[in-house]
């Protein structure tokens, strides 16, 4: 029997792991695009990108602990570009391999500002080679815009703030991440840039970018103005890599293609499961809402399950886990657990001790985002997980100061 398991990345790596580990002993073979072995992602964004903050990108395991230790066989430096599941094929540059298990953990790409290619100085950051070049313009002292104020973008622009370095976030939306988090959050985010310093361009768009001897040296904004700048970072969003399985048969959802599965993370075809940034699951416990997560702890516990069931999808079963993810902004830390689809938001915004919201539907509590609160997140993701009542939950952060 062979596992193929496509997508060097935290699920991959961590359904290769997890065959092992439950005492698969068959072939393992892993595909991935990038000529890196496995690392980590979320730095990229945060540690990599500070100054005082490591210089290289260090895999999750050595060459020989992935060849030797685990039995893998890589084949890295190429993605994946066809999928045959009537004869059980992966094909990789003209290789075919077969397959009895699938995992499929291609991950997301980042997508990139129309008219930007070709021009030096324009980034997206999903890799670590794009890490390295933001980190190079930064260190350079680049005057920088940060197109798109999500996450990746904010923490571009902590990274500029650290190195005393004018930074303008534009934001086509009234406030940053109101689709993600709702307004009071987004309005809390709005001025964390504004108190670092960060310029914030809101309910503005960026045109184009302006060039000499392809080498970008402005950005122009919908109001007329140009923006100078060195260094320009594509914060605008991913979409699912998937564009190798068209035609495959794998069912992709109708509006961003992503791998729709359900709660087993299985895609409907035989011995075909799909993990991370590239899979639709079906959630229990939010009333089986489906998810397409971005997250590193959902990942790594979608790759695990993933090849558990693509090896032995009898005692598969459905994945209930509460989403958390975090992130790094101007030295705050912001948590969030649960989902933001809510039917209801109540905030606190104590200045001396952080920030808390909490996101009801029905009488559950569903979702909790905390700044500065560290100790707390936790607690919240553990109500989430039991199912727990809304009220009981608004009376917890009560007695932790949370509500006002």
């Known amino acids: 029997m062979t596992l193929v398991v496509v997508g060097a990345s935290l699920a991959g790596l961590r359904a290769v792991e997890s065959a092992r580990r439950v005492g698969y002993d068959g072939r393992i073979v892993l595909i991935g695009a990038e000529e890196q072995l496995p690392y980590d992602r979320p730095p990229l964004s945060k540690a990599f990108l500070d100054p005082d903050g490591p210089a290289s990108v260090e895999p999750f395991r050595s060459e020989t602990e992935l060849r030797e230790d685990l039995g893998v066989e890589l084949m890295l430096g190429a993605p994946a570009d066809g999928l045959d599941t009537e004869v059980r094929e992966v094909s990789v540059s003209g290789t075919m391999v077969r397959y009895e298990a699938l995992v499929l953990a291609t991950g997301a790409t980042a997508r990139r500002f129309p008219g930007s290619d070709g021009?030096?100085?324009?980034?997206?950051?999903?890799?670590?080679?794009?890490?390295?070049?933001?980190?190079?313009?930064?260190?350079?002292?680049?005057?920088?815009?940060?197109?798109?104020?999500?996450?990746?973008?904010?923490?571009?622009?902590?990274?500029?703030?650290?190195?005393?370095?004018?930074?303008?976030?534009?934001?086509?939306?009234?406030?940053?991440?109101?689709?993600?988090?709702?307004?009071?959050?987004?309005?809390?985010?709005?001025?964390?840039?504004?108190?670092?310093?960060?310029?914030?361009?809101?309910?503005?768009?960026?045109?184009?970018?302006?060039?000499?001897?392809?080498?970008?040296?402005?950005?122009?904004?919908?109001?007329?103005?140009?923006?100078?700048?060195?260094?320009?970072?594509?914060?605008?969003?991913?979409?699912?890599?998937?564009?190798?399985?068209?035609?495959?048969?794998?069912?992709?959802?109708?509006?961003?293609?992503?791998?729709?599965?359900?709660?087993?993370?299985?895609?409907?075809?035989?011995?075909?499961?799909?993990?991370?940034?590239?899979?639709?699951?079906?959630?229990?416990?939010?009333?089986?809402?489906?998810?397409?997560l971005e997250h590193w702890t959902n990942a790594a516990e979608q790759g695990a399950a993933a090849a558990r069931h693509a090896l032995d999808p009898a005692a598969a079963r459905p994945l209930a886990a509460v989403p958390y993810f975090w992130s790094d902004w101007y030295g705050h830390r912001i948590q969030f657990v649960g989902t933001s689809r809510a039917e209801e938001v109540v905030v606190a915004v104590p200045a001396e001790a952080g920030f808390t919201a909490l996101y009801r539907r029905g009488d559950r509590i569903v979702g909790a985002l905390t700044v500065d609160r560290p100790r707390e997140i936790m607690k919240y993701r553990r109500r989430i997980a039991a199912r727990g009542s809304w009220a009981e939950a608004v009376a917890f952060a009560a007695t932790t100061g949370a509500v006002a």
């Open 119 to 292: 021009c030096a100085g324009v980034h997206t950051l999903r890799t670590a080679q794009d890490a390295a070049a933001v980190r190079a313009g930064l260190d350079r002292g680049a005057r920088t815009v940060v197109i798109g104020a999500g996450f990746i973008g904010s923490e571009v622009a902590s990274a500029a703030r650290k190195r005393g370095l004018p930074v303008t976030v534009v934001e086509t939306l009234d406030l940053p991440l109101v689709r993600s988090v709702g307004r009071q959050v987004g309005s809390v985010c709005a001025d964390l840039h504004r108190a670092a310093g960060t310029d914030l361009r809101l309910s503005t768009q960026v045109m184009r970018l302006e060039a000499a001897d392809g080498v970008v040296t402005g950005v122009r904004l919908s109001t007329g103005e140009v923006l100078p700048a060195d260094l320009v970072v594509a914060g605008t969003g991913v979409y699912p890599a998937t564009r190798w399985l068209e035609g495959s048969g794998v069912p992709l959802h109708e509006r961003d293609r992503g791998v729709v599965c359900d709660a087993t993370l299985s895609t409907g075809l035989s011995g075909v499961y799909a993990a991370g940034d590239v899979a639709h699951v079906v959630n229990p416990l939010f009333d089986d809402e489906s998810m397409r």
